[in-house]
């Protein structure tokens, strides 16, 4: 059974600052997927990571997949205020693209 | 654009009423899911199906039941609503081999039992 753990759960950092959100999982998944979620919204999809070594890029969020280390990263490079919100990690096993949900890293951006 | 829509943003019933949650998928996805978000808790999976008439529980079934006639929608039926049930429940569809990969989500529905 696949399990999916972030890490840390909360972060609260400055604007202009650099951090990493950790995604750990612990079977192979074949696909990662990194969602955002606003409070109050829903669950929008930021990025799908296919294969080892694959990177992904949207203005100030990079997110990469290592599958032999069984990690995801999500670097957020010059944090603003907009970015403020829930980041979750996903992995799929294949059967019916169900997904598998990190418990969410909710993110807090201040001047 | 695949579209999710769940009728109802927010829901106000009251105890031991019986609750439809609607969902309707428009681009020809298999598979429909529901999950409720609460507070420190995180995603956890209702119900899914693979397809028109097939359901399988998820992790937190009791209490809930789920209908599929139609490729296109996916209803989640909460038979004798509790408070306990008051939470943000979301609807998502995938497709197994093409793009978008992953879930699309609804809007979610804000439910509140009184």
């Known amino acids: 059974e696949l399990k999916v753990e972030q890490n840390p759960l909360f972060l609260s950092m400055q604007e202009g600052k650099n951090y990493t959100i950790y995604c750990n999982y612990s079977t192979t998944s074949d696909r990662l997927y990194w969602y955002r979620q606003d409070p109050g919204k829903s669950l929008e999809s930021l990025f799908v990571?296919?294969?080892?070594?694959a990177v992904k890029q949207e203005g100030r969020l990079m997110a990469s997949l290592d599958t032999k280390a069984r990690l995801s990263t999500l670097h957020i490079t010059a944090a603003v205020h907009d970015l403020s919100a829930t980041y979750f990690c996903?992995?799929?096993?294949?059967?019916?693209?169900?997904?598998?949900f990190g418990t969410g890293t909710r993110l807090q951006v201040t001047l | 654009d695949v579209k999710v829509t769940q009728s109802s943003r927010y829901l106000v019933k009251r105890t031991g009423e019986k609750v439809f949650l609607e969902c309707v998928q428009d681009m020809d996805h298999e598979n429909m899911f529901w999950y409720r978000q609460d507070p420190g808790l995180g995603l956890r999976l209702i119900y899914f199906?693979?397809?028109?008439?097939?359901?399988e529980k998820g992790d937190i079934p009791e209490g809930y039941s789920v209908s599929r006639e139609k490729k296109e929608r996916f209803s989640l039926i909460l038979e004798s609503a509790s408070t306990n049930q008051t939470s943000m429940y979301l609807c998502?569809?995938?497709?197994?081999?093409?793009?978008?990969?992953?879930?699309?989500f609804g809007s979610g529905t804000r439910l509140t039992i009184v």
């Open positions: 996903a992995g799929d096993t294949g059967t019916a693209s169900k997904l598998t």
């Open positions: 990571l296919l294969s080892n070594g």
């Open positions: 998502a569809s995938s497709q197994d081999g093409r793009e978008p990969y992953g879930y699309t």
């Open positions: 199906s693979y397809d028109v008439k097939m359901k």
